[in-house]
Each structure stands twice: as C-alpha cells, then as structure tokens.
C-alpha cells in the first residue's frame, strides 16, 4: 500500500535544493532549513528529514539510499510471506505426522553401526 504524499517530488528536490544553496547564508543548515521550510509550507522536521536523505541518495552522507531502502522493505516483506508459508507447512505436517504410520513404514532395514561400517572399509 502506497502512501499519498503532500508534497511533490518537484517541491522536494527544489525544497532540498534550496537548502543546500542558502547554507552559506543563513550560517547553518538547520537556520536554511527553518527558513525555507517556512517558505515552502511544511514544517522544520520535514524538511530536515527530505535533507538528510537527499544526502544520502548523493553520498554526502553514509546510510541507505532511497533505493537501498526500497529494496530492503521488499525483501522484508518476502521474508514474512515465506515465514507465513512456512508456518502453514509446519502445522500441515505436524497434522499428519501425528496421525498412526502404517506398520510397512515403521520397520526400517537393519544397518551396520558405526564400528562395522569404519573395520569394513579399513
């Protein structure tokens, strides 16, 4: 399920952009941030986080890309739908092994053991 965002892409990149131009000028990041956030209707917080991973995505910063994070949310949910199925198989065959084997598969042929097998070989 996708969420619906406020902002377009475009006011992001430009938001993000603008930051980075205007950081000189108002002597921090954080006082560019609070600026334009101002400007461009959402709040400080938002900003900073649109920031930081825009600065991820152009490796000014270490940590997952935009990318990275996509593809590791899909593998997560690869993960669960496969312990999900896994789950359904363990009680499936839980169910059945719990009902009376049949006497031709409880015999079992008889098999040297481990000394037999090792004086054999030497």
Do not use: F
């Not at 377009?8 to 950081?23: C, D, G, M, N, P």
């Not at 006082?31 to 991973?53: P, Y």
């Not at 990318?67 to 593998?75: A, E, M, T």
Request: charged share 40%.
């Amino acid at each position: 399920m996708k969420r619906v965002t406020k902002y377009s892409l475009e006011t992001r990149e430009r938001a993000v952009r603008l930051v980075w131009e205007t950081e000189e000028e108002h002597g921090s990041q954080w006082a560019a941030i609070c600026s334009i956030s101002e400007k461009v209707g959402c709040t400080a917080e938002t900003l900073r986080k649109w920031v930081r991973q825009a600065e991820r995505d152009t490796g000014r910063r270490p940590g997952p890309t935009t990318d990275d994070r996509q593809r590791i949310k899909g593998l997560e949910r690869e993960v669960r739908e496969l312990k999900g199925a896994n789950e359904i198989l363990r009680k499936a065959s839980a169910s059945n092994c719990s009902a009376r084997r049949p006497s031709w598969a409880r015999r079992s042929a008889k098999r040297p053991s481990g000394r037999e097998a090792t004086s054999r070989s030497s």
